[in-house]
């Protein structure tokens, strides 16, 4: 038994992880402290504060990074080698703050329900009793969800940088247990909320069940819980490969099961639609970045070497993902449905550029990795998603939103811009040229292609085609549709939600018409450190 | 070709300042006009527009004649330069840049650009004159001025490209110019058919030539002319072979020849001034232009120079041919051109020895043919727009001025000893006889089909008994029409002076390379006579067929099988029907047929496919976490075996 050493904690290449954590920390005292009257104002401000003080830092700590000892990559094994600031950990850092940025703008917007937020006034309160309806009158919200969300967020920063299996695992817990909260915080349809929070927290806990196993057996496997040392286990093929091949499974379902990949979606479609839109949109956005970058770490870093036994199942995994998300996305009537099964296609579309791996020495020059490729397309997708998300947050009717699809019939008269910018994110997501979404599919398929995984692109090809007539589908209802009844209505929202989505539609036009610069940016994060 | 036939770099000087400098304005003064009376003129207010449709001819015109001007002093600039020193660069900008393809907007002006030049805006600034007087009356006219300016900046730009590239902008330029025009007259049906025909077949030419520029470029990386002729040395035979039976389809497309000939004699249903200019003196050359300008990758390619020779051969007899049996002056006069362009062809086919000839024949052909079309529109004009020669006769003595310059034409044209077309078929014909005997022999009696048909021409239009239809009265044509038919006859005749001291061979050498002499199987004065004889042979039976007999006015029917086939363009038509038309409608046919059945069924029947199993799938989603957590552990348990099965299996 090795003596215990105190880690050296290396503040200031974890000072973003640090702001963020200690601003869901300081949340917390103000909740408790301050007045009522306050919280709102001061919660808002002490989380765009701390998330933008925070991505201050990740831009120092970027420009400061040094190459790791290995050579090969830039980066800090910080806190005794659990946590790596490599280049891929601080691209998806500011992308995941960024994205905060953007939820909490959409948490904060208070116009658009009649000057409360989308937050249950009560959450205590059981549905239809008095005591929510004097919380309605009262016009109650509940602020608490700002310093969960900003523990979200230090789940999301913890859980890709975790250079090691527990430390993997509790920014896997960190990151989920705000959003089963947060789930089930609707304002509006109380109960389709809470059950989807439910159900949220049920399976989530269950998947959390499987990654622990998994940890435990590869623990077994190679003595170690550090990425590193799993690696060089690998590479040495001491120790007995099923408990190898078993444990790589069950961590790969904890983590497929974050991302909504198929046969672990199940819940994707129930918890997007039943969470309040803006936890949606942030939780879409958010979690899918945190957890595409924990799998990048742990297949490519600890598993690496071992690609040729994870790559097949990956392979099938993407191909059924694409698939069923975009089938059954067709059928949906509901759109924050359609955006759900839309995003397990993505998540398909993402794993193809996850299988693109390749010894750094069989790429020719100037091809693109694969942690490059997938890094853009989670730029593309997060910022695509939570701007449409935040568009669906516009259109009501008396009940709230209306999230049925053909409520929106006639949009394209009711308001041109929305229902423009909307076809313009849905067009994105389906990969039409001259948007972000193309170049990033042109990415993934191209490193999948460069890998030999030819099969998973012709099929990514076909899933695309699927994907497309359900965009278009949408955007067809919107424009030649004749409208049901009065038609929607577009509530004017304040300018923090329009802020969201101009910046998501700008970030997706710009993306797809100029990539480069974000392209090189995340060829300059380059490779994991290990 | 012989061992160590190389032909010469283009490596044009770029630094030339001075008059080169302006160079791009050649391109430029037309192009302005073009886009002053087609482009702008339209949006201008009533009254501004009413003065650019009265006077935008005269525009139209002086463009083309500064061109003119400004050709002929870097002409004599160029000539005071030594001649090492011709070729002359201009870099304009970079035209596009992708990967490693970069193309720019450069200029060539050298020997041959240089000749090009004076003909296009000498011969093209005549027609504009001549057409001041043909289109008085149009109510298009400033239209047709700017179509013209546009036809002369695109062949311009065709002649000064450095590249093949910019070559290819000003090859379908002049292509769009040439639909435009000789459907110009749109209101009537021939007209529209006959602009469509000549579009379409120069397309299949012109897939030709763009094929030949993405080869050169998956080749040599490059399309420029300096870079291609320096390494075509490097390339396989077969590349070479393929890039020139390319550029050979380009030429047949672009310059009538078999097997792409048939949209010519249609394109006489354009203003005459159009088919002086385009379809005889000019455009239709184009493709000799290409041969000659790609002299640097034909000189390597020994099949397809054959294959030149045999395209070129074939069409100086077919089109001699069709001269015979049209009535239509100016489809006889077509017939004639397309007959004449395969001599160029032929020249161009022998290499360097040819290559002279060749441009010194599309010189003088540029001069007579003009000259002979713009006649055939002063006859035309005079007799209220009839092109029937058997409704003409006896004009010689009503059009005296368009008589006498015609004549002119027609004495160079059948090769009267002394005459422009005299000295340059005399030439081609020797240098083919050297090379090949039966060619040469061919092209002698090519000769003769021409003087019987052109003496034809001759006698139905000027001699023999007046055949007028009911109320016409020929007359001259006004000054402005007869002044530009006198230039171009005083070229027709004095064309020749260009073999003086072989200065044109001498002029072309740096370009296309020096010639070994084969020695002809005569001796020229010999060869010489000969083909003055076989000619007067020709006049003489036009004489005693057409001269001395009744010319009935009606086109008699009972006629051999020979005249009928001629008449029916030798069933040039037909057989594009049956070879490429008919077989294309099929396979369209079964295109839209399998596009119906397979691709809509697969599209129609993938999506059913879909939506069914969305639907099926949809109620796995039942909303029961219970189900959901079986779900979870089905696929935990599928993935787990999944990875033992592959690894372990």
């Known amino acids: 038994m090795t003596e215990f050493v105190k880690p050296t904690v290396e503040y200031f290449e974890l000072w973003p992880l640090l702001v963020v954590f200690g601003v869901a920390c300081l949340g917390v005292v103000v909740e408790a402290f301050l007045p009522r009257r306050v919280r709102y104002t001061a919660q808002v401000v002490l989380a765009l504060g701390g998330l933008v003080l925070a991505l201050v830092g990740v831009v120092l700590v970027a420009q400061d990074v040094q190459t790791h000892d290995d050579g090969a990559a830039r980066g800090v094994l910080a806190v005794g080698g659990t946590i790596a600031v490599d280049g891929p950990s601080l691209f998806i850092w500011g992308l995941v703050l960024a994205l905060a940025i953007a939820g909490v703008l959409l948490f904060a917007e208070r116009h658009l329900d009649g000057g409360v ?43 890709p940088a975790a250079n090691d299996l527990l430390t993997m695992f509790v920014g896997l817990e960190v990151l989920s247990l705000p959003l089963y909260l947060l789930s089930g915080l609707a ?145 949906q009537r509901d759109i924050k449905r359609l955006l759900a099964y839309s995003s397990i296609a993505h998540t398909g579309f993402i794993l193809t550029g996850v299988v693109g791996l390749q010894a750094t020495d069989q790429l020719a020059t100037g091809e693109i990795t694969s942690v490059q490729a997938v890094l853009f397309y989670l730029a593309t997708y997060g910022f695509a998603t939570i701007g449409a998300f935040a568009v669906v947050s516009l259109v009501r009717d008396g009940g709230g939103e209306t999230t049925a699809i053909d409520r929106w019939a006639g949009l394209g008269k009711e308001s041109p811009v929305v229902a423009a910018v909307f076809a313009f994110f849905l067009l994105a997501m389906a990969g039409i040229p001259l948007t972000a979404g193309f170049v990033g599919k042109l990415a993934v398929f191209s490193v999948a292609l460069a890998a030999g995984a030819w099969p998973v692109v012709v099929a990514a090809v076909l899933a695309s085609i699927v994907a497309a007539f359900l965009y278009v589908r949408v955007i067809k209802v919107m424009y030649f549709d004749q409208p049901v009844g009065d038609g929607p209505s577009v509530a004017y929202p304040s300018v923090l939600t329009a802020t969201t989505i101009a910046v998501g539609a700008a970030v997706t036009l710009v993306l797809g018409v100029l990539p480069g610069p974000v392209l090189d940016l995340a060829a300059v994060a380059g490779e994991f450190i290990r | 070709m012989a061992e160590g036939a190389h032909a010469p770099v283009v490596a044009p000087d770029t630094g030339a300042g001075g008059v080169f400098e302006l160079l791009w304005l050649v391109i430029a003064l037309p192009l302005l006009g073009a886009v002053l009376l087609l482009a702008v003129a339209p949006f201008l207010p009533g009254s501004a527009r009413a003065a650019v449709d009265r006077h935008g001819h005269l525009l139209g015109t002086a463009t083309a004649v500064a061109s003119f001007g400004l050709s002929l002093v870097l002409f004599l600039s160029l000539l005071g330069r030594d001649a090492e020193e011709r070729q002359v660069g201009q870099h304009l900008w970079t035209w596009f840049e992708t990967g490693s393809l970069d193309v720019g907007m450069d200029l060539l002006y050298d020997q041959l650009a240089a000749l090009f030049l004076l003909l296009i805006t000498g011969v093209g600034s005549l027609i504009h004159v001549y057409a001041i007087g043909y289109m008085a009356h149009d109510p298009r006219r400033r239209r047709f001025f700017g179509y013209l300016n546009l036809f002369v900046a695109a062949m311009l730009t065709l002649i000064l490209s450095a590249n093949f590239v910019g070559l290819f902008l000003g090859w379908e330029g002049v292509g769009l110019a040439s639909y435009l025009l000789i459907g110009f007259w749109q209101h009537k049906p021939s007209a529209a058919a006959a602009a469509k025909k000549a579009f ?450």
């Open chain 1, 117 to 159: 937020s989308a937050f249950a006034g009560q959450a205590a309160a059981v549905p239809g009793t008095d005591a929510e309806t004097a919380a309605i009158a009262a016009h109650r919200e509940h602020t608490e969800v700002y310093p969960l969300m900003m523990f979200a967020v230090f789940g999301m920063m913890l859980f």
């Open chain 1, 187 to 331: 304002r509006r349809r109380r109960l389709l909320s809470q059950e989807a929070a439910l159900k949220y927290f049920l399976l989530g806990a269950f998947s959390s069940g499987f990654f622990l196993y998994g940890a435990a057996l590869l623990y077994g496997f190679a003595g170690s819980m550090d990425f590193a040392a799993i690696n060089e286990a690998v590479r040495n093929d001491v120790g007995s490969s099923s408990l190898l091949l078993i444990g790589t499974g069950l961590l790969s379902v904890g983590l497929l099961f974050k991302v909504g990949a198929v046969p672990f979606q199940a819940w994707t479609p129930d918890v997007y639609q039943g969470a309040p839109t803006p936890v949606t949109a942030f939780m879409a956005a958010g979690t899918k970045v945190a957890a595409f970058g924990a799998i990048m770490r742990l297949f490519y870093v600890a598993l690496g070497a071992d690609r040729w036994s994870w790559q097949p199942m990956l392979w099938i995994i993407a191909v059924l993902s694409m698939f069923v998300g975009a089938a059954l996305a067709i059928t």
């Open chain 2, 200 to 649: 379409v077949i120069n397309r299949v030419g012109d897939i030709g030539l763009s094929l030949a520029i993405a080869l050169m470029f998956a080749t040599f990386g490059t399309t420029d002319f300096g870079d291609v002729s320096a390494h075509t040395g490097e390339a396989s035979q077969g590349t070479l072979t393929a890039l020139g039976l390319l550029l050979l389809l380009g030429a047949c497309g672009k310059s009538a020849q078999v097997p792409l000939q048939a949209w010519l004699l249609d394109a006489m249903e354009g203003p005459t001034p159009v088919s002086a200019l385009i379809h005889a003196a000019t455009m239709v050359t184009a493709g000799v232009y290409l041969v000659v300008r790609s002299n640097f990758i034909f000189e390597l390619a020994p099949v397809a120079q054959t294959a030149v020779v045999v395209v070129a051969t074939v069409t100086l007899l077919w089109g001699a041919i069709l001269g015979c049996a049209k009535d239509d002056i100016k489809k006889a006069l077509a017939g004639s051109t397309m007959s004449q362009i395969g001599y160029m062809m032929l020249a161009a086919g022998l290499g360097p020895v040819g290559y002279p000839f060749a441009i010194f024949h599309l010189l003088t052909h540029g001069f007579f043919k003009a000259n002979m079309f713009l006649g055939a529109g002063s006859v035309m004009h005079g007799m209220d727009d009839d092109v029937d020669m058997r409704h003409y006769g006896a004009l010689n003595k009503a059009m005296p001025v368009t008589f006498l310059t015609f004549a002119m034409g027609y004495l160079a044209i059948i090769g009267f000893p002394g005459f422009s077309g005299f000295w340059s078929k005399d030439k081609i014909i020797e240098s083919a006889l050297a090379e090949n005997l039966l060619v040469g022999v061919l092209a002698v009696l090519g000769a003769g089909i021409t003087a019987f048909y052109m003496t034809r021409l001759m006698l139905l239009t000027f001699f023999t008994s007046r055949r007028w239809e009911e109320g016409v009265h020929p007359h001259e044509s006004p000054r402005v029409m007869t002044v530009p038919l006198v230039v171009l006859a005083a070229l027709s005749v004095l064309g020749g002076v260009l073999l003086l001291g072989d200065w044109i061979v001498t002029w072309l050498e740096p370009v296309t390379g020096h010639a070994e002499h084969h020695e002809p199987p005569l001796p020229a004065i010999a060869i010489t006579l000969l083909i003055t004889a076989v000619v007067a042979l020709g006049v003489a039976a036009a004489w005693f067929l057409v001269g001395r007999r009744e010319v009935p006015r009606e086109a008699p029917r009972e006629v051999s099988f020979a005249t009928r086939a001629a008449r029916a363009d030798l069933y040039g038509d037909a057989i594009n029907d049956a070879l490429v038309v008919r077989p294309g409608t099929g396979l369209v046919g079964g295109l839209t047929l399998f596009d119906r059945v397979g691709v809509d069924g697969a599209v129609e029947g993938g999506s059913a496919a879909v939506g069914g199993l969305s639907s099926t799938m949809r109620r796995v989603q039942n909303g029961f976490v219970r189900s959901y957590a079986l779900s979870l552990l089905g696929g935990a348990l599928l993935v787990v075996l999944a990875l033992l099965a592959v690894n372990l299996g």
